[in-house]
């Protein structure tokens, strides 16, 4: 048997695996070693035997309360994605898998991969009302892209609000992107009539993956040079933090009326928001916007609930450098970050897929409801 994970997000270190029921792996650091979780690779062995895996570094990981009760994910055909028993215990996360074919990827959550990335851009583009702008270069020589989403008639553009939607700071929470893939399909549904209305009242500025160099290698949290972009917004650099950089620059062209930054969180079983209640010009009007925003989310899906999340920050205590704190605060505009699970959601379990990219997507549609909700409302 062997196991390999260079390829496209590919992560996980070989140590040992002479003995099948005790396999010893390692997750490789993102660069810079301060975070790791991701873990992504494909193990050939016998069908019928039983195979277990147990990372040994699993103690020093970055989230030790994401392994609580959470079920690796896995998948043969790379298309259909389902739990694998998984326990932690001692520092170590086994993982028990079963083979049903020759050939099996195992990995933290459903990768959305490079390839895909670049199938997502180029399917988009074909769309009339839809265009991709070059925002700039990561430090891998990356693409950095935007796809604006918006009217025909472009003359209309200072009367419609501007929506910006980015996915994926952390590139390990590849539920993010699956949920951008999910709302754009549905914004360029032709008989989506909430996307026709929403496009009549609103541009769309989406970055479907902020950190393609992250994604490609394999992180969890951080871009090529180990840089936490979602710590980055106050002062981004060229040398640090251009992904944030070129966005920042491109929202200060547009504006922002409403912001939504799509994450996932090792920790919570459940999808939540995060908003911006702690920044110093926070006020009645934004407070407002959100529970509308929250509150019509929860009907346009029984995924989405307000009873569990972070803790909300004192007034004037805000994290500046947080992308949805720094946006709020510079466009006085709707902010908030979304938050899925990596495990499940508690309220709605599935033993068998746990959250998935089905689920997410469907939650990308269902934000598009709440958009509605408040895009009158946003100025
Ligand atoms: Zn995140």
Redesign the pocket.
């Known amino acids: 048997m062997r196991i390999t994970a260079n390829f496209d997000a590919g992560n996980i270190d070989v140590i040992n695996v002479e003995d099948k029921k005790n396999i010893q792996l390692a997750i490789r650091p993102d660069f810079g070693g301060e975070f790791f979780q991701w873990f992504n690779f494909r193990m050939e062995a016998e069908v019928g035997e039983q195979y277990v895996l147990n990372i040994v570094n699993a103690g020093e990981a970055s989230y030790l309360e994401g392994w609580d009760n959470y079920q690796a994910v896995a998948s043969y055909d790379r298309q259909h994605w389902f739990r694998l028993p998984t326990s932690y215990k001692d520092g170590k996360l086994t993982i028990v898998a079963d083979m049903d074919y020759e050939s099996i990827q195992i990995a933290y959550f459903a990768p959305y991969s490079y390839e895909q990335h670049q199938d997502l851009l180029a399917t988009v583009q074909m769309h009339p009302l839809a265009c991709l702008e070059h925002l700039g270069e990561t430090l891998d020589k990356r693409d950095l892209t935007l796809v604006k989403i918006g009217g025909s008639d472009s003359n209309n553009d200072a009367n419609k609000r501007n929506i910006w939607i980015i996915a994926r ?2 590139p390990g ?1 590849t539920m ?1 992107e699956w949920l951008a893939d999910g709302l754009m399909h549905s914004l360029l549904d032709e008989d989506n009539a909430t996307a026709k209305l929403l496009l009549d009242k609103a541009n769309f500025y989406i970055v479907p993956n902020m950190n393609p160099d992250g994604s490609v290698r394999g992180h969890l ?1 951080t871009n090529a040079v180990g840089t936490n972009l ?1 710590r980055e917004w106050s002062s981004p650099s060229l040398e640090k933090s251009p992904e944030v950089f070129h966005v920042i620059h491109k929202m200060e062209q547009t504006g922002v009326d409403l912001f939504y930054d799509v ?3 090792e920790a919570l079983p459940f999808v939540f928001l995060a908003g911006s209640q702690g920044t110093p010009s926070y006020n009645d009007r934004l407070a407002q916007l959100r529970d509308r925003f929250s509150d019509v989310l929860k009907l346009a899906s029984a995924d989405f609930q307000s009873e569990f999340g972070y803790d909300v920050d004192a007034p004037g205590t805000a994290n500046m450098t947080v992308a949805t704190n720094w946006v709020a605060e510079r466009f006085d505009c709707l902010a908030n ?1 979304l ?1 899925m699970p990596f495990k499940d959601n508690d309220n709605v379990p599935d033993a068998a897929t746990g959250w998935s990219p089905e689920r997410s997507m469907k939650l990308g549609d269902a934000s598009l409801i709440a958009m509605l909700a408040v895009v009158d409302d946003l100025r």
């Open positions: 700071q952390h929470e993010a949290r979602n994450h996932g969180d970050t938050e």
